[in-house]
């Protein structure tokens, strides 16, 4: 079975630029999260999707940050205009979150580590 | 609201000594609790989980965790330390009463430095 893809692994871009983060979670899993993991912190979640809809995004900074997931698979995260303390990795993960198969734990793709200049 | 805390930023130990790394937590109803691990630039491995049932729970690489309801804990141990083992550790809580939501609250984890 493959594991959750993330694409790039790693982007450095300058503040004020742009930058998208790709996540194709594990197929089948409904449930797909943007987390944000600070370097010496825990990850942060940033937004949740259930199929294409969005569950909670309480956390996303929406003024710079959005991501969607248009069909219910993959899902993008865009960060327009970049600022220094984006500097992070941001991790995607997914679950399957049918009742009975749904044991609670996420599965973790690699990771995309941005440096904000 | 549901939070963890990991006291311990940095735990270091001999390798074949016992080693902890610790955990509490906080939620409003009955937890779900898990341990997962990160090596450099690599994402989170799930380790373990605790759901209910027996307190002792055992995961991958020999773990185990012991959850304790009145101390609101959930320890990581194993019973002897690998070199191998070295890594950064989180711990993570979901209420069992979030529905949909199913999120989890990660620690700020613990970085375990076996010692050869």
């Known amino acids: 079975e493959a594991g959750v893809a993330q694409s790039p692994r790693y982007k450095i871009i300058e503040k004020r630029q742009s930058v998208a983060f790709w996540c194709n979670p594990i197929?089948?899993?409904?449930?797909l999260y943007w987390y944000q993991q600070i370097l010496g912190q825990g990850p942060k979640l940033l937004i949740q999707f259930q199929n294409n809809g969005v569950v909670d995004d309480s956390q996303l900074p929406k003024d710079r940050f959005s991501a969607e997931r248009l069909k219910g698979v993959d899902s993008t995260l865009k960060i327009q205009p970049a600022k220094l303390e984006d500097s992070a990795v941001y991790l995607c993960?997914?679950?399957?979150?049918?009742?009975?198969?749904?044991?609670?734990?996420?599965?973790f793709g690699e990771g995309s580590r941005l440096t904000v200049l | 609201a549901q939070s963890v805390a990991q006291p311990e930023d940095q735990v270091n130990v001999a390798e074949g000594n016992p080693l902890t790394v610790k955990c509490t937590y906080s939620v409003s109803g009955n937890p779900y609790l898990f341990w997962y691990v990160q090596y450099p630039n690599r994402g989170l491995q799930f380790l373990l989980k605790y759901i209910t049932g027996d307190n002792l729970v055992k995961g991958s690489y020999g773990f185990e965790a012991e959850f304790n309801k009145s101390q609101t804990s959930f320890h990581l141990k194993k019973p002897s330390a690998l070199v191998s083992d070295s890594a950064l550790y989180f711990c993570a809580v979901r209420d069992r009463s979030s529905g949909s939501a199913r999120q989890l609250t990660f620690g700020s984890g613990t970085q375990l430095t076996v010692l050869p």
């Open positions: 993960a997914s679950t399957f979150s049918g009742s009975g198969r749904n044991t609670g734990e996420l599965f």
């Open positions: 197929s089948g899993h409904a449930t």
